[in-house]
């Protein structure tokens, strides 16, 4: 079965750079998540997408933008980078007529500021 | 603060013996609980979930139950298996806008099964 897909798996950047994650959800999916985990930590809710229109924000700081497209597919900008941004960055999706909360991960993507 | 718990870090069992898994929460509006199954560097693997109207939920090894007036759920893993081996995170889902339902986890119990 077609699972969550992120790309890329490995992204090193320096300071104040910009970086772009990609996260293509399982098909026929409505609902994109993105998460955040630090080292040693739990995952923590970032934003979520549902049909394409943000549905619901958490800790996102004001330098992380993110946006669904017409596919589906979803991006997750991230501007002035920081060495505290440096974590595994999660895409789940879910499919939210399902009648169940259930999400899917992606393998996710590991961001290494410098 | 910490609205989901998993108070044990980690937790070693004999292959073949039975692996319990607990979690705690605080939020009366969690209204529906899954467990992931997470090794290093890969996603979180959805194992199993139950919803808030139901007390028990079996599938194959893995058994979940949930005690709404204790806020608690736990994680039954029968016969514990070698490949079990892994970080198990619980997690709890609320509404929270237009078809979203966003997860809090708790820190994750590293469980080892020992052959």
């Known amino acids: 079965a077609a699972g969550v897909i992120q790309s890329p798996r490995h992204l090193i950047k320096e300071k104040r750079e910009t970086a772009t994650l990609k996260c293509y959800p399982i098909p026929r999916h409505d609902t994109v998540y993105w998460y955040q985990q630090g080292p040693g930590q739990d995952p923590q809710f970032l934003i979520s997408f549902y049909e394409k229109m943000q549905s619901d924000k958490g800790s996102i700081p004001d330098r992380f933008s993110a946006q669904q497209f017409s596919d589906y597919h979803s991006e997750l900008n991230m501007s002035s980078l920081e060495l505290g941004d440096s974590a595994l960055y999660f895409c789940?999706?879910?499919?939210?007529?399902?009648?169940?909360?259930?999400?899917?991960f992606g393998p996710g993507t590991r961001l290494t500021v410098l | 603060d910490q609205q989901v718990k998993q108070n044990s870090p980690s937790l070693s069992v004999q292959e073949g013996r039975i692996s319990i898994l607990n979690c705690d929460y605080t939020?009366?509006?969690?209204?529906?609980f899954l467990w992931y199954k997470k090794y290093p560097a890969e996603g979180p693997t959805f194992l199993i979930s139950i919803s808030s109207i139901k007390d028990k939920n079996e599938d194959g090894r893995f058994t979940v139950f949930l005690n709404k007036s204790a806020k608690h759920l736990s994680l039954h893993i029968v016969p514990s298996q070698p490949g079990d081996s892994a970080v198990y995170f619980c997690a709890a889902s609320k509404a929270s806008g237009a078809g979203s339902y966003q997860l809090t986890f708790g820190k994750g119990t590293k469980l080892s099964v020992i052959p």
């Open positions: 939020n009366s509006m969690f209204d529906y």
């Open positions: 789940a999706s879910s499919l939210a007529a399902g009648g169940t909360d259930t999400q899917y």
